[in-house]
């Protein structure tokens, strides 16, 4: 059998922190998006958000997409440009 996904309207927004100018901006930055801050090792910050899967990791230029029920999950660029168009 095959299935086509049904269309649907989804909110998303990128996630951009290069350009901050300091670590009050990005904390609130991603406090605005639920995306986590925490220190793998240190000296490096990295993000994650909580999905419905799992903690995933979320790297500057994804987009955070929420969806249908709320949820939210990261989405590379290049997966987004080939799976999303702007309505």
Same mark, same amino acid.
């Given at each position: ?29 991603c406090n605005h998006l639920g995306v986590e801050i925490?220190?793998? +090792? ?7 958000? @909580? %999905?419905? #899967? ?18 939210? +999950? ?7 440009? @080939? %799976?999303? #168009?702007?309505?």
């Amino acid at each position: 059998m095959k299935f086509r996904k049904k269309p649907v309207v989804i909110d998303a927004e990128q996630f951009k922190v290069s350009g901050l100018r300091n670590m009050d901006a990005v904390v609130a930055y991603c406090n605005h998006l639920g995306v986590e801050i925490f220190q793998p +090792y240190e000296g490096m910050i990295a993000f994650q958000i @909580r %999905t419905l #899967e799992g903690n995933m990791e979320v790297k500057d230029g994804d987009w955070i997409i929420t969806g249908v029920i709320g949820e939210k +999950y990261p989405c590379r660029v290049d997966v987004f440009e @080939r %799976t999303y #168009e702007k309505v």
